[in-house]
Nanobody
């Protein structure tokens, strides 16, 4: 089993910045993708940003140029710096770990954290 522990988030004003961090703990041999998803009230969960084990990043169009994701694969941590925040960024943000293996040759599983609230006031 793998646990994702999130930190950061909170309240910011429009135009401000916040940082989200996440650490994966448990029986981990390899994590292919780490990243962040978010879900606003009344909306579906959507991908915000991901980073592969090789450093390949992927961003939602709505956050390109404003958010930056980074990862420490050895420590199984991922961080996302969010700049120039807007009220539309208000959501619960979930840490994501994809294609996680406990041991070489075992099956891969995906995990989500409990979520952390980000609220941006206008």
């Amino acid at each position: 089993q793998v646990q994702l522990v999130e930190s950061g988030g909170g309240l910011a004003q429009a135009g401000g910045s916040l940082r989200l961090s996440c650490a994966a703990a448990g029986n981990i041999f390899f994590i292919y993708t780490m990243g962040w998803y978010r879900q606003a009230p009344g909306s579906q969960r959507e991908m915000v940003a991901t980073v592969s084990n090789s450093g390949l990043t992927n961003y939602a169009d709505s956050v390109k140029g404003r958010f930056t994701i980074s990862r420490d694969s050895d420590r199984h941590t991922v961080t996302m710096d969010m700049n120039r925040l807007t009220p539309e960024d208000t959501a619960v943000y979930y840490c994501y770990a994809g294609r996680v293996r406990a041991q070489l040759g075992q099956m891969e599983y995906d995990y989500y954290g409990q979520g952390t609230q980000v609220t941006v006031s206008s």
